[in-house]
């Protein structure tokens, strides 16, 4: 007898594991999972090193080291002017996934309905329906912006949260001025709808700079904005991150946290709290745009056709003029055939729909990125 339930009965493999485990299995590139494959800077080792021999290996405090919530409201200072609390107003997180999911579970009750842009990262459908919310996609438009009409028509009366994640991940777009106004002044109609802002990519801009939710005042009272240091400092495998909130919907998050993780790794805090002293993350935009420039510049005799990318680490390509195939079929076949992994795009829209574009992440040393592009042009 089946004395299990699934409580995420459509959730299996994620296409992550799928294409990583496909390309060790044929000893492809791997431009699939967004991770960078190079040294992390050796001054944040030296830090790890130095620390790891000191009194820091006890629990740190439920929200997060003094020292690390100092910095980290600096930080927002700094690039945005806007000034918190950190004792009411901060947490910091196992990862921008922890933060998102703690959130949800703190805020989103049965019945409750939340809006989420597809193509739309994959942690955020689970973490809504393990709340016991309703998930309602709103696909964003085929440049992957956001198409504010279809948007302000999926808010309902149990519209409860919107997420929104800017810059993006898969496309690399980012939001303009304009489509900041057009979230603001929809928000302002729907005045109770609490805005998650997921900006974990939020130092890896290029020509543009990425305009953040701490850009929007009105609506302080009801933002919740995440980021993560494992984009910022190529540290994906340390998971941490943090989260920004009002206090009152923070102490709510915090009622969670504390049974969720009660709190996070106390070597890591410790050490980020003096990297960020020295850590110059305005630099963060040229040097990955430096690896995108040299991907599109290497990809432009292929027959991929390369797509606007304008944060992230992320670039996507249209496949359509070199195969029909679905972009699943596409991607395994590359992966296989051709030993290049990369992540199709359809497998972050509920709906699946194939649009024949792929994600190529170029968080990659330059020989990887020579070799999985010279592979690419002659396909
Ligand atoms: C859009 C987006 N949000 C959240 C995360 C999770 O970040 P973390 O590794 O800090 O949990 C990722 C990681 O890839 C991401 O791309």
Redesign the pocket.
């Known amino acids: 007898m089946n004395i299990l339930k699934s409580k995420l009965p459509s959730v299996g493999t994620t296409i992550f594991t799928i294409m990583s485990q496909l390309a060790k299995e044929h000893n492809a590139i791997n431009l699939s999972?967004?991770?960078p494959n190079f040294p992390v800077d050796p001054v944040l080792v030296n830090i790890l090193k130095r620390k790891s021999s000191q009194d820091v290996h006890q629990y740190a405090p439920m929200t997060g080291s003094p020292e690390l919530m100092t910095q980290v409201s600096k930080l927002i200072y700094d690039n945005y002017q806007r000034n918190i609390e950190p004792s009411s107003e901060l947490l910091i997180?196992?990862?921008?996934?922890?933060?998102?999911f703690t959130t949800i579970l703190a805020l989103i009750s049965p019945g409750d309905e939340v809006i989420i842009l597809d193509p739309?990262?994959d942690?955020y459908e689970p973490a809504v329906i393990l709340a016991g919310g309703t998930p309602i996609h709103v696909q964003l438009g085929n440049d992957f912006l956001p198409d504010w009409n279809k948007i302000e028509d999926a808010f309902s009366s149990k519209t409860k949260m919107l997420i929104t994640?800017n810059p993006?991940?898969?496309s690399g777009r980012m939001w303009s001025e304009k489509d900041m106004s057009e979230l603001e002044s929809i928000l302002l109609k729907n005045e109770k709808v609490i805005l998650l802002s997921?900006e974990?990519?939020e130092f890896i801009h290029f020509e543009n700079k990425h305009i953040s939710a701490h850009s929007l005042p009105s609506l302080f009272d009801r933002t919740i904005i995440?980021?993560?240091?494992?984009?910022t400092f190529h540290i994906?495998g340390w998971?941490?991150?943090y989260l920004v909130a009002p206090e009152n919907v923070m102490i709510e998050i915090k009622k969670v946290h504390q049974f969720n993780i009660f709190s996070v790794n106390s070597v890591a805090q410790s050490v980020l709290a003096e990297y960020l002293n020295v850590a110059k993350v305005d630099e963060l935009g040229v040097f990955y745009q430096q690896k995108r420039d040299l991907f599109r510049s290497l990809m432009q005799p292929s027959s991929f056709e390369l797509l606007p990318c304008e944060g992230?680490y992320f670039q996507t390509v249209n496949y359509k003029a070199i195969s029909q195939q679905n972009d699943v079929e596409f991607c395994k076949e590359l992966a296989i055939k051709h030993k290049v992994a990369a992540i199709p795009i359809s497998v972050f829209n509920k709906s699946n729909l194939d649009q024949k574009i792929i994600r190529f992440c170029f968080a990659k040393n330059d020989e990887t990125l020579i070799s999985a592009t010279k592979i690419l042009c002659q396909i």
Do not use: E, R
């Open positions: 999972q967004g991770f997180t196992a990862g921008a996934t922890q933060a998102i739309s990262y942690c994640n993006h991940n898969p997921d974990v990519y995440t980021s993560s240091f494992g984009k994906t998971k941490m991150g992230t």
